[in-house]
T-cell receptor, first 114, second 113 residues
Framework: EAGVAQSPRYKIIEKRQSVAFWCNPISGHATLYWYQQILGQGPKLLIQFQNNGVVDDSQLPKDRFSAERLKGVDSTLKIQPAKLEDSAVYLC????????????FGQGTRLTVV | AQSVSQHNHHVILSEAASLELGCNYSYGGTVNLFWYVQYPGQHLQLLLKYFSGDPLVKGIKGFEAEFIKSKFSFNLRKPSVQWSDTAEYFCAVSLYQGGKLIFGQGTELSVKP
């Protein structure tokens, strides 16, 4: 089966600019996650969707980050305005199917804010 | 809040050496436990997982992990590492199946040929 697709792979922006990331999960996967992985740290959950509803966004900096999954399939994560500390890899993952307990990860988008 | 701690930030081994990577979590209830691996330039992949039953779980590529409930630990082991095992290893916990993964900070493993 096709994996989780993310784009772009790399992005360099100046601080205070905006940026958007896109994720296409594995077909049929109802649960979608966005994680932030800062260099030297483990991934940290930003937001979890179940179909097109938000399950957990407690760690999403809502003053600058937003995410949507309008049709319960693709998702976008936006940062506006970006700060230097937002430099990180943004990972998308999905889980789905009866009894499926494994989260499948995309390759991530590496964001550098200068 | 729940947390996961990995004991070593960077481990360097020679080929054929034995590996044990430590992982401890802080949560008193039932947990699901995972080890993920990230090879250079690749995405995170599941090595093995524990939900219930036999506390010794076997994963891909000869890896295994043991869940010790009394110690809140889930250490990863491999009897003989290969150069191709060079990667970053992450321990993770979720509180229910399909729930968010709480990751440790990762252990970078370098295997010298």
């Amino acid at each position: 089966e096709a994996g989780v697709a993310q784009s772009p792979r790399y992005k360099i922006i100046e601080k205070r600019q905006s940026v958007a990331f896109w994720c296409n999960p594995i077909s049929g996967h109802a649960t979608l996650y966005w994680y932030q992985q800062i260099l030297g740290q483990g991934p940290k959950l930003l937001i979890q969707f179940q179909n097109n509803g938000v399950v957990d966004d407690s760690q999403l900096p809502k003053d600058r980050f937003s995410a949507e999954r309008l049709k319960g399939v693709d998702s976008t994560l936006k940062i506006q305005p970006a700060k230097l500390e937002d430099s990180a890899v943004y990972l998308c993952a999905s889980i789905g199917g009866q009894g499926n307990t494994e989260a499948f990860f995309g390759q991530g988008t590496r964001l550098t804010v200068v | 809040a729940q947390s996961v701690s990995q004991h070593n930030h960077h481990v360097i081994l020679s080929e054929a050496a034995s590996l044990e990577l430590g992982c401890n979590y802080s949560y008193g209830g039932t947990v699901n436990l995972f080890w993920y691996v990230q090879y250079p330039g690749q995405h995170l992949q599941l090595l093995l997982k524990y939900f219930s039953g036999d506390p010794l779980v076997k994963g891909i590529k000869g890896f295994e992990a043991e869940f010790i409930k009394s110690k809140f630990s889930f250490n990863l082991r491999k009897p003989s590492v290969q150069w191709s095992d060079t990667a970053e290893y992450f321990c993770a916990v979720s509180l229910y199946q399909g729930g968010k993964l709480i990751f440790g900070q990762g252990t970078e493993l370098s295997v010298k040929p």
